[in-house]
């Protein structure tokens, strides 16, 4: 039975050890993906254009519900035969102006997932890159620790990589 007792604690101090060991290899680093993204001179550049596409979108709306509005004063004006048929006409526009809404939103939505999708794949590479340049053997993304040396901080980095490697 000392025997036993013996081997296993020797086993537990050899699996401690070679954990120890382990653990003194490891170089881990972070980076504040949110910052990166965000100052990424890519990102800036396709925010812009989004805000143009959604400014035009939103005047042509505006332009489309204008006409809505117009035609729906007419109609007091109007006798019974043509309300009808000005109604008719309205309820088309409604419904032309509903279905433009969600067909712009939705394509404004997806082109901005795409563009975010690619931004971050772009990221992801600098970062590895970086990481196999210097050894790290984890990155993390800073929102999933409660701290972190400054000294593994490679957020900076990583941005300047990113911006030097972005072609306009």
């Known amino acids: ?24 290899d490891l ?5 504040d993906l949110g910052k990166v993204f965000d100052n990424y001179q890519k990102t800036k550049e396709f925010d812009a254009v ?7 979108f939103q ?4 332009g489309m519900v204008q006409k809505i509005q117009d035609a729906q004063s007419k109609l007091a004006l109007m006798n019974d035969t043509q ?6 006409d309205i309820e088309n526009q409604k419904n032309e102006v509903v279905a433009y809404d969600r067909e712009k939103r939705a394509e404004l939505a997806k082109k901005r997932d795409d563009k975010v999708k690619e931004i971050l794949s772009e990221i992801q590479g600098i970062v590895t890159t970086i990481a196999k340049n210097e ?4 990155v993390l ?10 000294q593994y901080n490679i957020t900076d980095e990583v941005m300047k990589n990113l911006n030097d490697s972005y072609k306009k």
């Not at 170089?27 to 980076?31: A, D, L």
């Open 1 to 24: 039975m000392k025997v036993v007792k013996v081997l296993g604690l020797a086993v537990m101090f050899g699996l401690v050890a070679t954990g120890m060991s382990l653990a003194a």
């Open 141 to 150: 993304n800073d929102r999933v620790m409660i701290f972190g040396d400054p």
């Open 135 to 138: 050894g790290y053997t984890y």
């Open 59 to 62: 005047k042509e709306r505006d």
């Open 27 to 31: 170089k881990i680093g972070y980076v």
């Open 83 to 88: 309300k009808a048929a000005m109604q008719a």
């Open 50 to 56: 989004l805000q143009s596409e959604g400014e035009a």
